[in-house]
Antibody, heavy 118, light 107 residues
Framework: QVLLQESGPRLVKPSETLSLSCTVSGYSIGSASWWGWIRQPPGEGLEWIGT???????FYNPSLMGRVTVSFDTSKNQFSLKLTSVTAADTATYYC???????????WGQGVLVTVSS | DTQMTQSPSTLSASVGDRVIITCRAS??????LAWYQQKPGKAPKLLIQ???NLQSGVPSRFSGSGYGTEFTLTISSLQPEDIATYYC?????????FGGGSKVEMK
């Protein structure tokens, strides 16, 4: 069974960098599949942030272009998200998820609420 | 970007009712569409992918259909545990985009 778990600071100051990790168990992230980040502001819908392929190729949401980096740490079987220059609008629950070609995101991590506030 | 428009945004139904949620894409996405169920405080759960393929373990009262730009999610007989918000998502092209959600409430 593949399980994903997000971790990282729950509170980030405006203009600073949000950093989250997603630890994957039950599957080697470098072997196959695509790994993504999705966020959900409180009371709102879902927004795709970015995806990294097992090859290392990355794709990002243009609405966040220039502020987002998704990368691997295969030694820890983790992938990570960095979002720079955050504002209150970046306050959201951040989810990590896995998908393969032709499929939706499954499974998802449980999500972590990150608040941007001074 | 491919815009995904869901309707209705909220619906009230009774146990046993047939519920239909529609998702419209702003451009052709073939069958590259997923449906998710999200309960309060929980992560979304994949129900259907490739527009009509039911995920293993998902009750057969859920079904999906459509191709191109028009898609539907049907719950054939609403159960209390189906109270949730449902999202469609296209994965035909980047950026991946989600519909705004359809909240199903019990009447």
């Amino acid at each position: 069974q593949v399980l994903l778990q997000e971790s990282g600071p729950r509170l980030v100051k405006p203009s600073e960098t949000l950093s989250l990790s997603c630890t994957v168990s039950g599957y080697s992230i470098g072997s196959a599949s695509w790994w993504g980040w999705i966020r959900q502001p409180p009371g709102e819908g879902l927004e795709w942030i970015g995806t990294i392929y097992h090859t290392g190729n990355t794709f990002y949401n243009p609405s966040l272009m220039g502020r987002v980096t998704v990368s691997f740490d295969t030694s820890k079987n983790q992938f990570s998200l960095k979002l720079t220059s955050v504002t209150a609008a970046d306050t959201a629950t951040y989810y990590c998820g896995r998908r393969d070609y032709g499929e939706g995101f499954d499974p998802w991590g449980q999500g972590v609420l990150v608040t941007v506030s001074s | 970007d491919t815009q995904m428009t869901q309707s209705p945004s909220t619906l009230s139904a009774s146990v046993g009712d047939r519920v239909i949620i529609t998702c419209r894409a702003s451009q052709n996405i073939n069958a590259w569409l997923a449906w998710y169920q999200q309960k309060p405080g929980k992560a979304p759960k994949l129900l259907i992918q490739k527009a009509s393929n039911l995920q293993s373990g998902v009750p057969s009262r859920f079904s999906g259909s459509g191709y191109g730009t028009e898609f539907t999610l049907t719950i054939s007989s609403l159960q209390p545990e189906d109270i949730a918000t449902y999202y469609c998502q296209q994965y035909n092209v980047y950026p991946l985009t989600f519909g705004g959600g359809s909240k199903v409430e019990m009447k």
